[in-house]
Every structure is written in structure tokens, then in C-alpha cells.
């Protein structure tokens, strides 16, 4: 228990962590769309650039989270490896099926999820609970027939059950580790022995988070949020929109 | 005066399990008392009724003399219950946060939030952790956090549920600390527990539960030498007797 955890918040004294937390909201909104967009190789360096300096001045351990998250490195070469032999186009010789096209465009495919999956580290990483329940509520509040609060509750739930399963799993591979599971080569059971325990600690965590919140009188109709946006916010949000007006127009 | 009084209570499971029977015990204001049983003896189903978490089969909990389910948010308030497992009872992503979250409930002004978060944290000399992760705090720092959370609420009774589990010495003392601060301050406190060496110096009283019945109960120093017949170990007695029982000594 207790180590940091890739997709947590992890309290940082950064310009980005103190951004108001709407502001951050609709600036990973523009990033995430205009990743969606960018199609050549100096658009992908550029925004790269860009969220390697919003990484360095949210001063998040990076290497800490890259090495926790070393899985999704399996996830991006499984989709290049799919791209390259499923697209048509242009054949590398030895290897029956690869293609040039398939390559770069799994490449690209990939490139894209990374900075996805950058921003929502940072965002993570950056946004404490409160903040992003706040802001979620402040952008749904105005929608008629939406139970805004509700959702915010749920989505906050969400970011701190996340964490929990990721240390429970962890917990249960190392007891499994402990006791020679890696000599049983069997994947289908190996998954079941993971996947059964940590069902059933997860129920059982779940239904204690909510007698902990019931007995703190949990209630929908809680503090309203208060913001406090000050210049820096606008200069980040002006700053942002002028990058992404480059990349659409 | 009486603070909370348990009125025949009887809690029967869905599958028939009966867990506690016919309960009945006056907790009068200011007092501090140990309730000590071995494992399956209904200890904590009764403390989680004394929050009003759960709903008897039969009898009832009076608060001041009125019935507990009368004003459920009231007694959740005035009655905060720290549980056996603290880290299911974090809620926020930051220490402050985590405290918050119960006069947020309260729907308590954002300005007055933040004295009060100030202060419980300030009570349980966790000011300095305010902006982290609780995920990170060492187990005995955890219970405080818990310990903060609740206080937040300002309550005149505090249930501690087996808060000593998993705890190395120094964490120990430091729950034990905070726990015989809280009771100088004028809190009542119910501490469930079966380490009796470690915290019977301290009480007020003694009680004892076995199969969901009580079956001691009265002054520590008169009841201490016959809890080994209900499962509970007998600590050395020496010629300080009761009152050598803590390890605040």
C-alpha cells in the first residue's frame, strides 16, 4: 500500500497543479481534440514538445509513473504490429505481409495514444479529487435534469477506486508470486486467480468506502464550490487556445 | 447524565446469524470505556449501530435519551466512528480534503470548511501532511487522519473500532496519545478492542462481550481477572495492577 500510483494525484508545489482546475479541464479537453487531428510528423513533434514542458513544469516523478505504467508499452507495439501487417500498401522484403503504410500509420496510432495518455497522467496527477469534482460540477451544474452532484460523487468514487485496485492486485501477485505462480503457465487460470480474490476484496473495500461516507453523513447536497481564477489561469487557457488554433487552422 | 444508552438492541443477520443479543448498556457523557471480546463477538456491529450504520432486528439506541434513528444525520454528527480498516475510510485524494468531506456534507461554508480542516488537522498534529496524499501516510498516520476526519464533525462521542490493528509501537502510541487527549478534552470515548495492555489504564470502565451478549461489565481493576474464560488474554498483573496497563508508560 501506499506507493504512488500512475492516474493519482500527487501533491507538487507547480503552476500547474495551483491552474484553476476548469481551466485545466478545457485545456486536455483542445489537446485531446487536437491530438485527434494532427496528421504529420512535425504537427506530432510539436505537440510533443508542448506536453513534454507541461511535464516538466508539473515536476510529477516521470520516471517513477513511465515505469509503472511499462505495460502500455506491450498495448503500443501490439497496435503497430497489427497496422503494419493489416494495412496495404507498399511491401518490406523479408517479412511476408508488413508494409510500409501499416507501419507509419501504427506508429502514428500509437504516438497518438501516448500524448492521450500523457495528458491524462498530468491532468491526474496535477488535479486533487476535490478540484475535479468541483470543476466537474461547475460544468454540469447549468444542465437541466442532470444530477451534477451525483456524477461528480461518482467520478471522484471512480479516481479512488482506481488506485485501490491497482495496489490490491499488487498485493495479491506478490502473495501469488510468494507461493510459485509463475510455474504455473496456464494464463487462463493465472488470470482466475487474480481475477476471483480481487473481485471479492474489491466489493468488500467498496462496501466500507460507503459505511465510512455514511458515517460522515454523506449527503448529495454538500458545499458549494468556490473559485478562485486569478491571471495565470487566462494566460495558460490563451496561451492553449492559440497552440490549438495552429494545429486546426 | 447518560450520552447514549443501548436499549435491548438485538442485530440478526439475512442468513439468521444472530451477531448481537439483547444488548443493553448506559454510556454516561465524559466517560471512557473499553469493550473488549474475541473475534466473533459482535464487537463491531454493535459500534456500527451506535453511528446509527445499521438498523436493529430489535430494540434501539437513545442519544441523549432520544432514539437514535429519530435524527440520523444528528447522531452520525455527534457520534463519529473511527473503523478497523482506516484506509477504506479515505475518501479525498489530499489529507485536507479527506477531512473536509464530513462538514462539506454538512453543507458547512467553504471558509468556515477550511478553519475547521485547519484545526482538526492542527489537533492531530497533521498540519504539515495537509496537501498530500493520504495513500502515503504511515499507518499510525492514517488513523490520526481518521481521527482528524471525524473531529471535524465535532462530536462528543468517538468509537474507535480496533484502531490498534496492524500498527507498529510507535503507531501505537501515537493513537493512544491522540485517544487519551481526546478523552481530557471532554470527548466520550468507546474504544473496541481485545488488547487490554495496552489501554486498560486509561478506562473507565470495562465490558466485555462474548457471542453477541455482555457478559462482564464495571470497573476495570474488579473485571480484569476474569475476561481469559471469554477468549481474551489475561495480561501480567504486577504490583501496579490496572493502571500499569498502557504503553504510554
Given amino acids: ?249 | 447524565m447518560i450520552i447514549l444508552q443501548a436499549e435491548k438492541l438485538t442485530h440478526k443477520f439475512p442468513d439468521g446469524t444472530v451477531a448481537i443479543k439483547d444488548i443493553d448498556l448506559a454510556i454516561s457523557e465524559g466517560e471512557f470505556i473499553v469493550i473488549a471480546g474475541s473475534n466473533g463477538s459482535g464487537k463491531t456491529v454493535f459500534a456500527r449501530h451506535l453511528n446509527g450504520l445499521l438498523k436493529p432486528t430489535s430494540g434501539k439506541i437513545l442519544f441523549f435519551g432520544e432514539a437514535l434513528a429519530k435524527n440520523i444525520i444528528n447522531a452520525r454528527k455527534q457520534i463519529g466512528l473511527i473503523f478497523q480498516n482506516s484506509d477504506s475510510q479515505i475518501v479525498g485524494q489530499t489529507v485536507a480534503e479527506d477531512v473536509a468531506f464530513g462538514p462539506e456534507n454538512l453543507k458547512t461554508s467553504a471558509s468556515q470548511v477550511a478553519k475547521i480542516v485547519a484545526e482538526a488537522l492542527e489537533a492531530v498534529d497533521l498540519s504539515q501532511y495537509a496537501k498530500q496524499n493520504p495513500q502515503l501516510l504511515s499507518g499510525g498516520q492514517k488513523r490520526k487522519l481518521a481521527v482528524a476526519g471525524v473531529l471535524a464533525m465535532k462530536p462528543k462521542v468517538i468509537v474507535f473500532d480496533e484502531p490498534f490493528t496492524g500498527l507498529d509501537y510507535p503507531g501505537v502510541r501515537q493513537v493512544l496519545k491522540q485517544l487519551v487527549e481526546l478523552h481530557k478534552s471532554g470527548h466520550t470515548i468507546v474504544l473496541i478492542t481485545h488488547e487490554l495492555e495496552k489501554t486498560l489504564a486509561h478506562a473507565d470502565r470495562l465490558v466485555v462481550m462474548d457471542k453477541g451478549r455482555i457478559v462482564l461489565d464495571g470497573l476495570p481493576e474488579e473485571q480484569i481477572y476474569k475476561v481469559a474464560q471469554y477468549g481474551i488474554r489475561l495480561p501480567e498483573i504486577g504490583e501496579r495492577g490496572v493502571g500499569a496497563m498502557t504503553w504510554l508508560s
Fill in chain 1, 1 to 249: 500500500m501506499a506507493q504512488l500510483i500512475a492516474f493519482n494525484y500527487f501533491y507538487r508545489d507547480s503552476v500547474i497543479h495551483s491552474l484553476d482546475v476548469r481551466i485545466k479541464f478545457v485545456t486536455m479537453i483542445l489537446f485531446s481534440a487536437a491530438i485527434g487531428r494532427i496528421t504529420s510528423p512535425n504537427q506530432f513533434i510539436g505537440v510533443s514538445l508542448i506536453l513534454l514542458a507541461a511535464m516538466v513544469l508539473s515536476r510529477l516523478p516521470f520516471a517513477e509513473l513511465f515505469r509503472q505504467m511499462r505495460y502500455f508499452g506491450l498495448l503500443i507495439l501490439g497496435i503497430i504490429v497489427i497496422h503494419s501487417f493489416s494495412v496495404s500498401g507498399t511491401k518490406i522484403a523479408p517479412i511476408p505481409g508488413l508494409t510500409v503504410e501499416g507501419f507509419v500509420l501504427g506508429l502514428f496510432f500509437s504516438w497518438r495514444l501516448f500524448l492521450v495518455i500523457i495528458i491524462c497522467v498530468i491532468f491526474t496527477g496535477t488535479t486533487a479529487l476535490k478540484q475535479l469534482r468541483k470543476g466537474i460540477e461547475w460544468f454540469l451544474h447549468p444542465i437541466p435534469f442532470l444530477p451534477a452532484s451525483r456524477i461528480a460523487t461518482m467520478i471522484n468514487l471512480v479516481f479512488v477506486l482506481i488506485p485501490m485496485l491497482f495496489d490490491q492486485a499488487s498485493e495479491i501477485l506478490d502473495a501469488q508470486k510468494a507461493r510459485c505462480i509463475e510455474v504455473n503457465r496456464n494464463p487462463i487460470r493465472r488470470i482466475k486467480y487474480l481475477t476471483v480474490p480481487l473481485l471479492l476484496q474489491t466489493f468488500k473495500r467498496a462496501d466500507e468506502l460507503i459505511m465510512a461516507m455514511e458515517s460522515r453523513c454523506y449527503t448529495e447536497e454538500r458545499t458549494r464550490p468556490v473559485f478562485n481564477i486569478k491571471m495565470k489561469d487566462w494566460i495558460f487557457l490563451s496561451l492553449s487556445v492559440s497552440i490549438m488554433a495552429v494545429v486546426f487552422f
